[in-house]
Antibody
């Protein structure tokens, strides 16, 4: 079945970097953009950025410019999200999600989420 | 960036009630508006896309309307599984942005 499976929870210290993986299966990986959305504890959803798995083009929200990088590996159908210079306020659940152009750009499939905790 | 504002932030309702949640955009987004439901500890699930189109498998008690800057999500008869948080999201232009969420609680 169509699914996105993310890597496991991470515990990091302030100033460190974290890489979260998102492996796609059940569909042609290069067909649909993959976005990353995060959710701090008890808070709402925050869009971080998007990657086109076909050509590798990326776009990030200004808030994370210079700190976030999305990359893809077409041989393993995986998208990685790396966030650097971690701060306490980066503690959140990070989701990858698939955009469907035919659905007006809505996100139809989501990963299970990866909890990233930043603590000293 | 386009700001999305939902109202109310939370509401209490009873089973069978009709519930309406509104979402306003800070500039026109045509019909590029999507609604998601999120239950505690789970990933969001798309309910409505392109302002008014029901995603496959979503019960028909959910409906969406609006265009331009003003949008509405309606649940015609609240069921136990509908108690959750609902988010609107614009997909008109990057950065994609979400509303702050509306939590529907049991009265």
């Amino acid at each position: 079945q169509v699914q996105l499976v993310q890597s496991g929870a991470e515990l990091k210290k302030p100033g460190a970097s974290v890489k979260v993986s998102c492996k796609a299966s059940g569909y042609t990986f290069t067909t649909y953009n993959i976005h990353w959305v995060r959710q701090a504890p008890g808070q709402g959803l925050e869009w971080m950025g998007v990657i086109n798995p076909s050509g590798g083009e990326t776009s990030y929200t200004q808030k994370f410019q210079g700190r976030v990088a999305l990359t893809r590996d077409t041989s393993t159908s995986t998208v990685d999200m790396e966030l650097s210079s971690l701060r306490f306020e980066d503690t959140a659940v990070y989701y990858c999600t698939r955009e469907i152009a035919a659905l007006g750009g809505a996100f139809d499939i989501w990963g299970q989420g990866t909890m990233v905790t930043v603590s000293s | 960036d386009i700001q999305m504002t939902q109202s109310p932030s939370s509401l209490s309702a009873s089973l069978g009630d009709r519930v309406t949640i509104t979402c306003g955009a800070s500039q026109t987004i045509s019909s590029s508006l999507n609604w998601y439901q999120q239950r505690p500890g789970k990933a969001p699930k798309v309910l409505i896309y392109a302002a008014s189109t029901l995603q496959g498998g979503v019960p028909s008690r959910f409906s969406g309307s609006g265009s331009g800057t003003d949008f509405t999500l309606t649940i015609s008869s609240l069921q136990p599984e509908d108690f959750a948080t609902y988010y609107c999201q614009q997909s008109y232009i990057t950065p994609w942005t979400f509303g702050q969420g509306t939590t529907v609680e049991i009265k």
